[in-house]
């Protein structure tokens, strides 16, 4: 039987095994994405193997039971001698049972190892089971959540290429049509899959700790009410939901009062206020609330609220914000995905520029190549770095310079993105990168700002464009017109300084 000390020596040289044979796996040479994949996979193996030696061996250390310190006195007490020549005896009783068996401890499986990464056998080359579209990891397969996805209410049907560069850009869908269990249940297969994709692309990315990530931003941005598409409800008068009414463009209850009895109802209901009494007294109450939290305004202000609202709008936050952290996660995962979500947009769009010919040859091509051709086309010599074209090889130089690929074009707004070609680049305007970039701004991505990509000139663009709109409302002190007894036309102003004057 094994001592508890001879497991402790034993799950120690184990650890420096490990270590070594993580070490040798990581400095080998690999020469296509399919041995990056299973090498990871096997580094993988060996840490969750070194994981739970240092597990066991914290538990032998902390030797709850107290039978490692029962096991040291015996080899220090007044009976070592004894207890020596007992172990002895039991070392010669099992060589005498076993006559010549000399073995190297855990050699087999580090010799397997060296083995598999050395002369990878057929098996042992596919240690991820990949679909056919995903090409053993270079691209992602989202024709199920695709199909999912176009068919949800109310949503709007797109290609899918279109779904693949756009498929994280979920603040675009207003909340309203998030708030149902369709929705629910495809966020939900697509976090799956890019969860189950990212596991097998990038075995060694740890996910939980990337959902802690996740979930600590995620606190900090619902609470401030800055999460991408879920605006905060609660923290002031002019951002609850409904027909809110933006009182920064009046300045006295009369003002509010032009507008009618229905408007000030509509926008006193989305506040929760009381919106009875007569078309003065709506003024009032509405214009009470101009620069206040909710907090600050009067109780008596509130309308009653019905028996088990309260209880039915606290599970609808908390059904929001589930909805919201499920997003968070996407946003990410898409974000670690991104290299093979580029790849698999140029992929789908090389398929559908071939013709019916040419992926027959594809399919016949792909079925008797090598492994070593592959390996080839992996490392094709390419000094320029110039885009691949449709068979997977550089384009043509003369072409590169032909679109202008060889031109470079920095957008501030998309964090300093860099985008190759004029056409790359006036696309890019148009879509979640950029729209996101103006979102987080706070200025809406219209066609005002084309070609602008300096946060600063934005922002100044804004406010000229906020100018110009305050300029152009009508303001009734000028315009709205007054017609005296004598039939003379004046502005406001000028009818009320006369009748004041008694003039009138």
């Known amino acids: ?256 009062a032009s507008l009618g009895l229905d408007r000030l109802k509509s926008a006193l209901m989305a506040l929760g206020l009381k919106c009875g009494g007569t078309l003065e007294e709506r003024a009032q109450r509405l214009f009470a609330t101009k620069g206040k939290s909710l907090d600050e305004l009067d109780p008596n202000m509130f309308a009653k609220s019905k028996p088990g609202k309260a209880g039915r709008n606290k599970d609808n936050t908390e059904k929001q914000k589930d909805i919201a952290f499920l997003e968070s996660q996407v946003y990410r995962l898409s974000e670690i995905l991104g290299d093979q979500r580029i790849a698999t947009v140029e992929n789908v769009q090389r398929k559908q520029a071939r013709t019916d010919t040419e992926r027959e040859e594809e399919e016949e091509e792909t079925f008797s190549d090598s492994e070593s051709e592959d390996d080839e086309d992996d490392v094709i010599y390419n000094p320029k770095n110039l885009p691949l074209g449709w068979d997977g090889k550089p384009i043509p130089y003369w072409l590169y310079k032909l679109h202008g690929l060889n031109i470079s074009y920095s957008c501030e707004i998309c964090g300093n993105h860099v985008y190759r070609g004029p056409k790359a680049f006036q696309r890019h305007f148009a879509e979640w990168r950029h729209a996101h970039g103006m979102r987080c701004l706070g200025i809406p991505n219209t066609a005002h700002f084309a070609n602008v990509t300096l946060i600063e000139d934005a922002v100044a663009l804004w406010q000229k464009l906020k100018n110009n709109k305050q300029t152009e409302r009508w303001q009734p002190d000028t315009e709205e017109e007054f017609e005296d007894s004598s039939g003379n036309v004046v502005n406001k102003k000028t009818f009320d300084d006369l009748k004041r004057q008694g003039l009138l």
Request: some cysteine; hydrophobic content about 30%.
């Open 1 to 256: 039987m094994e001592t508890l000390l001879e497991q402790q020596r034993r799950l120690h040289e184990e650890r420096e095994r490990l270590m070594d044979a993580k070490t040798k796996e990581i400095l080998h040479k690999k020469n296509s994405a399919r041995d990056n994949i299973n090498s990871d996979h096997r580094v993988k193996m060996l840490l969750d193997r070194s994981m739970e030696c240092s597990s066991m061996l914290r538990d032998l250390y902390e030797d709850k039971d107290g039978l490692r310190k029962e096991e040291i006195q015996a080899l220090s007490g007044p009976n070592e001698f004894q207890e020596f020549y007992n172990r002895l005896k039991v070392i010669k009783e099992f060589h005498r049972k076993h006559p010549n068996e000399i073995s190297v401890p855990m050699s087999v499986e580090f010799e397997e190892l060296s083995k598999a990464r050395e002369n990878p056998s057929e098996e042992m080359n596919s240690m991820v089971e990949f679909t056919d579209e995903e090409g053993y990891g270079k691209y992602l397969d989202m024709h199920e959540c695709y199909h999912k996805f176009i068919n949800l209410k109310n949503i709007e049907k797109i290609d899918y290429i279109t779904y693949l560069q756009m498929f994280d850009r979920l603040f675009e869908i207003p909340k309203e049509r998030k708030l149902n269990a369709d929705y629910r249940r495809y966020l939900d297969m697509l976090l799956d899959y890019l969860q189950d994709y990212s596991g097998k692309v990038k075995p060694l990315l740890d996910l939980t700790e990337e959902v802690d990530t996740v979930d600590k931003e995620f606190q900090k941005q619902w609470d401030a009410g800055t999460f991408p598409g879920w605006p905060k409800e609660t923290t002031s008068a002019l951002t609850h939901a409904g027909a809110h009414l933006d009182l920064s463009a009046f300045s006295s209850p009369e003002e509010l």
